[in-house]
């Protein structure tokens, strides 16, 4: 009867081991496939990246433009060789004769 309870045992240990096994398959398969969808997602989030990289050093760029004429338009606004907009006369347009017979 010892060789009936060792061999069960046995069969019982083979069995569980063979469990684990698929288990671990059917695991490592699931980390995988994971793996895979996080590299597409890291791939997306790196392009996004970088366009919005481009799109921030196209703002900087306009933003610096838009400084040096900001900075522009105040030198001449302080400048004394160019005429201050209070000194100057109001544009007032001509009225527009009509022909009517």
Known sequence: ??????TSFKLGVGCGLLYV???TKNELS????????????????????EIKDVVVKSLKQC???L????TDIREVSCSNSHPSVH????????ELKSNVV
């Open 1 to 6: 009867q010892l060789d009936w309870n060792d």
């Open 21 to 23: 096994i698929a288990a």
């Open 30 to 49: 699931k980390m995988v496939e994971l793996r895979k969808e996080m590299e597409a997602i890291l791939r997306n989030m790196k392009g996004e990246l």
């Open 63 to 65: 933003d610096d433009v």
């Open 67 to 70: 400084a040096c004429s900001i």
């Open 87 to 94: 000194s100057l006369k109001p544009y007032v347009q001509p």
